[in-house]
């Protein structure tokens, strides 16, 4: 089984920084990107940054320069360093493990961003 937690979320004001962390366990193989997704209220979820083992990215164009995906293969962990926050990023966020067959998600994390 694969398990995935998130931690970090919180209130911040806009402008403000906030730090995500994921652990992952279980059996992943090592080519298995990783990534953190959101969902804001009445909306569906969305891509906001990708990573693989390699340390190759990709980021949506909403937090593009603003946001930051990391990740320590050793310890099967990936953060999100989100920068100039705005009150639209305001959503919960979810890390995932993309394996060859399906997508195993955390149980997500809250993140409101006032004005």
């Known amino acids: 089984q694969v398990h995935v937690v998130e931690s970090g979320g919180g209130l911040v004001q806009a402008g403000g920084s906030l730090r995500l962390s994921c652990a992952a366990s279980g059996t992943i193989f090592s080519s298995d990107p990783m990534g953190w997704y959101r969902q804001g209220p009445g909306k569906q979820r969305e891509l906001v940054a990708r990573?693989?083992?390699?340390?190759?990215?990709n980021y949506g164009d909403s937090v593009k320069g603003r946001f930051t995906i990391s990740r320590d293969n050793a310890k099967n962990t990936v953060s999100l360093q989100m920068n100039s926050l705005k009150p639209e990023d305001t959503a919960v966020y979810y890390c995932a493990v993309v394996s060859a067959i399906r997508t195993y998600w955390g149980q997500g994390t809250q993140v409101t961003v006032s004005s």
């Open positions: 990573i693989t083992r390699g340390g190759n990215t």
